[in-house]
């Protein structure tokens, strides 16, 4: 499987910026046939980077949009408005539950317009440091992945990947921690396994699960070598280009493309 590297620009960068980020990123890269790099930027910055990548193998995602395909919703963008311009679409990022109220429902609903439309969401899931310290990480990943992926059918699960983001860990939160390996690896297992029981073996074997959370070019590649991680979703240190460029170096070193 190929590794996936996903930057999360969050919002920061106007489009001037974005595009000279971008061309910066670019200039850098070299023998990435095995690393899907997917970029997500402002929604406001996807057509000019897309016009910019046009032929080259980055990808675009979404941070957000709306589930509905076009109407009276003021102010919001549909994921069939976004098509041409991204390939995948972050779905539950957990600044999107807590701090915009998104609910399972909500993510349910934008999990399967992304699919109608061809785009692979990445739907992140993670539990808080409450649900952690009263035992309830288990129960909060499976019920996120059941609230998440309830509309999606076995054949539309392949084009589905998974970010695990203990929301403890983001950079964003205001104590956060590092994940160890070790919790990293247990909850990964706690997914496959949820995954299986929902879908079946087969149909989830090839399933990419990412993980984030204050990743950076030191512990990237503790993370990346986890059994079952195939890849990163990358906040604050993908806005800094020498940490971006070295986190898909470590990638390279550890997955030996
Ligand atoms: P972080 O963000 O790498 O800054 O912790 C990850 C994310 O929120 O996707």
Redesign the pocket.
Known sequence: MKTYLVG?W?MNFNIGESSVYLHQILKQLRNFSDLELIIAPSTLALQPLALQLSRRRVRLAAQNFYFKDFGAYTGETSISQLRGLVDYALVG???RRFLFKETDKDIRQKTAAALRHNISPIL?IGETADQRTFGETTDTIRDQLLGGLSDVSSEQLSKVLI?Y?PVW????TST?KIATPEQVSEVIEIIRKELKALYGASATKNIPILF????NPVNAGAYLTIPGVNGL??????LILDQFIDIIEVAKRVHSW
Request: charge should be negative; hydrophobic fraction near 25%.
């Open positions: 999360n969050k990022h957990s600044e992140c970010a983001e860990a983001i950079s964003s956060p984030g959370g204050s990743v979703l990358v906040g604050g240190s993908s």
